[in-house]
């Protein structure tokens, strides 16, 4: 088959290529965070789970797209990079709309999907299949669990923080067992990104996943305190 979206290099922190799909992004999430708050709960829940859809076929159609016109590595190539695994499942998460899978995917979006964001690893630049699979799905991740905030009222609790610190752990040793299986490296847990991100100021192997691991539950806590003051701000 012919390859259909081509580029040549990597997307550079800072360049339109980073800049551009973040403002789209924000517009959009806000247009549609203000729309929401007129229509009905249904209408509401509806929307948001035609985003979360969106964000899963993606993931789901750029692994079938190189499946059939790519060498496929499944040591690579799974889709079990936290964002990507995010992005295939978020659509079970609008649909049920449990507290206690909010209470998980704030922490892990906020922290985890915000950071790809902000330091993208993006192999291919634009008009690469790559490219826009990388943006829909970070940046839809966000609006998701944004709108879920701002439409929902859904907050966290303290002990929210520790949920969702514990599901981590227990996603990251799978990852370790699946990287054992295929001499992977899904998660960075044996080697860290080629491009530029917060890891490298953590040191090599396996000292930032040390510290990672420290700065997880801090990191978490910071992003609480909104919540948290807007509760006592409340009264609640």
């Not at 966290?156 to 001499?183: C, D, G, H, R, T």
């Not at 890891?199 to 040390?210: C, H, K, S």
Request: charged residues 15%; positive net charge; contains cysteine.
């Amino acid at each position: 088959m012919i390859k259909v979206f081509t580029a040549l290099e990597r997307v550079l922190i800072l360049s339109w290529e980073h800049l551009l799909p973040i403002v789209i992004a924000v517009i959009f999430a806000v247009a549609v965070i203000r729309y929401a708050k007129s229509i009905s709960k249904e209408k509401q829940q509806r929307l948001v789970h035609y985003i979360a859809l969106i964000v899963s076929i993606t993931v789901l159609g750029f692994h079938s797209y190189y499946i059939t016109i790519e060498d496929y590595n499944f040591k690579t190539d799974l889709p079990l990079y936290l964002c990507s695994l995010l992005g295939i499942l978020i659509p079970i998460y609008t649909y049920y709309r449990r507290y206690w899978m909010f209470e998980i995917l704030v922490f892990w979006i906020i922290a985890g999907t915000l950071q790809g964001v902000i330091t993208p690893d993006i192999a291919e630049g634009f008009p690469s299949f790559d490219y826009f699979r990388y943006w829909i799905v970070h940046l839809g991740l966000l609006i998701v669990i944004f709108y879920s905030v701002f439409v929902f009222k859904l907050k966290p609790k303290l002990k929210s923080v520790f949920k969702s610190f514990f599901a981590l752990q227990i996603y990251i040793v799978l990852m370790i067992m699946a990287n054992y299986l295929l001499e992977a490296n899904y998660f960075y847990l044996n080697e860290k990104p080629k491009s530029a991100s917060v890891l490298d100021y953590f040191g090599e192997w396996p000292y930032y996943i040390i510290v990672c691991q420290l700065i997880i539950i801090p990191l978490f806590l910071i992003i609480y305190l909104p919540f948290y003051f807007q509760r006592k701000s409340l009264g609640k």
